[in-house]
């Protein structure tokens, strides 16, 4: 896939804005020729060397900084590389891009162009990729460690030992074909082949079957429900240490769901608040209503919270099926006695599994906390068992590659098709890793990635 890129690109590849240091990186053909004009030549190679960097336009000196010499193919992209680590402010940065810039053969980067050089210079594999890109916008300790695994190639690691298998089971049907006149080596070389293919689709189904990965990468969804007046917007508040949510003692203030985002030990929560759950009085409110039932539907984790002072407290509605056909998915109920303060009583008398608090005081919020920490684990921690999916594109090959595998199992189709079956799935593992063409997911992958990286 490796193929010669002509141009040079440059871009800051640190944070944008004032800064005690800014790191400029440069990769293509001319990066000697760029170090060269800048500075009087390359160092040795992998080695920090302080150097004057100078505008090749006229020789006058834009800063002193550290020069870094990446040379092919040992560098990220497996192109020559520099970088250039200066002082940070705007207009050192701008200064020397503009110097880069003079040198002919060079432009200014995209957003991902050193990623996807990297990739297709045979340099990180598609999933490698999207485990560094996550890397880069990893917001809790968990998600950084998914993202690291991934980046330094778990899941490439794993799909790739399917695919070698799938394509062990190829090879025994095409043997089968060659010798189809010879009735025992055929059906001796399918027996194998059906063998694998049973191992492979168990496995991709387990794989498949487990949303940990996904749900640690895009957060996961906790909602606050319950009867109007409960306190649910106070609890938003209380666990989000902030006012995010209007309190009121009107019922139906809370029309539409409002969301923060949370770090519960290492997990990302989206917590969600919602609108009490009544018979509406307004087209508004049975709108908002229509929603905080969509959301509880679909939650991984359910706060219902009553009103221990309600002696009338409204029990959690039976769950629909889940919006995202997930028949996999199990989603967890925690019913919560808000207002303990109110009624101190209603400790001695919760039922099962039930927590009481007191959103206004903070009392029990500690084990609120403590137990939606576990709960987020359990969601989307990580075990010591394989790496696990994290994106929508490697569900929908797999998906893709199970059903073909599904066919093959099918005992009245011919040879040549089980082979052909075969053939399909192998070309979604394939697509998963970047070893079979996937240009038309390429732009976007690499448009999440910042301009230096």
């Not at 070389?189 to 189904?205: G, K, P, T, Y």
């Not at 029990?315 to 889940?322: D, E, N, S, T």
């Not at 039930?354 to 987020?376: C, H, P, Q, V």
């Not at 089980?418 to 399909?424: H, M």
Request: glycine fraction near 8%.
């Amino acid at each position: 896939m490796a193929h010669k890129i002509a141009d040079t690109i440059v871009a800051l590849a640190s944070g944008a804005g004032r800064a005690a240091i800014a790191v400029i990186r440069i990769s293509g053909a001319r990066t000697r020729a760029v170090l060269e004009a800048l500075c009087g030549g390359a160092p040795p190679p992998r080695r920090a060397a302080l150097r004057k960097l100078c505008d090749p336009r006229d020789g006058a000196l834009i800063d002193r900084g550290l020069v870094l010499w990446f040379p092919a193919p040992l560098s990220f992209t497996g192109e020559d590389m520099a970088e250039l680590q200066v002082h940070g402010s705007r207009a050192v940065v701008q200064s020397l891009i503009d110097a880069v810039l003079s040198v002919g053969g060079t432009r200014l980067a995209e957003p991902g162009a050193f990623a996807r050089r990297a990739f297709e210079n045979g340099k990180l594999g598609l999933t490698e990729v999207e485990g560094l890109a996550d890397l880069v916008q990893a917001e809790t300790e968990a998600q950084r460690r998914q993202a690291l695994a991934q980046s330094e190639g778990s899941l490439r690691r794993l799909y790739e030992t399917w695919r070698a298998e799938l394509l062990k089971a190829q090879a025994l049907m095409e043997a089968g074909l060659d010798f189809a006149d010879e009735a025992d080596v055929a059906t001796d070389v399918s027996v194998q082949a059906e063998a694998i293919v049973a191992d492979l689709r168990e496995a991709i189904a387990a794989h498949l079957g487990d949303r940990r990965g996904e749900r640690l990468r895009d957060g996961v969804r906790v909602v606050i429900a319950g009867p109007p007046n409960a306190g649910k917007s106070s609890l938003l508040n209380a666990l989000a240490r902030r006012d995010v949510a209007i309190v009121s003692e009107e019922a139906g203030t809370t029309r539409d769901v409002i969301e923060v985002h949370l770090d519960l030990g290492g997990i990302p929560v989206i917590l969600s608040d919602t609108a009490g759950i009544r018979e509406a009085k307004g087209s508004v409110e049975a709108a908002g209503i229509g929603r905080a039932l969509a959301r509880v539907e679909d939650a991984d984790i359910v706060l219902w919270l009553a009103d221990s002072t309600d002696p009338a407290r409204t029990a959690m509605p039976r769950l629909g099926a889940r919006k995202n056909n997930d028949a996999q998915a199990t989603t967890v109920e925690i019913t919560v006695m808000n207002k303990l303060d109110l009624a101190p009583s209603a400790a001695a008398a919760l039922p099962e599994g039930a927590l009481a608090i007191s959103a206004k005081t903070g009392e029990g919020l500690d084990l609120l906390i403590a137990r939606l920490e576990a709960e987020a684990q359990s969601a989307a921690g990580q075990g010591a068992g394989a790496p696990l999916m994290t994106r929508a594109r490697h569900r929908a090959e797999l998906e893709a590659a199970q059903a073909a595998l599904q066919r093959f199992s099918d005992k009245s189709l011919s040879p040549e098709l089980k082979a052909e079956e075969l053939r399909i799935a192998a070309h979604h593992l394939g697509r998963l890793t970047g070893r079979i063409n996937v240009e038309e997911v390429l732009g976007a992958i690499f448009a999440e990635f910042c301009i230096g990286k």
